[in-house]
């Protein structure tokens, strides 16, 4: 079930960049990510993640980019529908083989 954004794209893009621009007029990041979270409206951890997630896409801070985590997720549901796929599968050969076996069942 898909979850609804809290906050547009816009806004999570404005309040990373005005981290980027406002980051050394404070005396701590924590800092920078309480006021301008404050002031948006937001709480400072969802900036934090924001801010650190802004950081892995352009390859300052090393991780899985948006892209290749959502790529990530994507093959990991199609594994899990292959896997359920060939249990079925297997059940069903099972079930045809016992049944054209010929042999009476006890």
Known sequence: MPRHARYS????ERAVRMMAEHRDEYPSE????TSIAGKLGMTPETLRVWVRRAQVDEGVR???T????Q?????EKEVKELRRANEILK?????FATELDGRPKK
Do not use: C, H, Q
């Open 71 to 75: 790529k990530l997720k994507d093959l």
């Open 66 to 69: 948006t892209d290749e985590r």
């Open 62 to 64: 090393p991780g899985l």
């Open 30 to 33: 924590w800092a920078a990510f």
């Open 91 to 95: 059940d069903a050969s099972i079930f």
């Open 9 to 12: 794209p816009e806004v999570r």
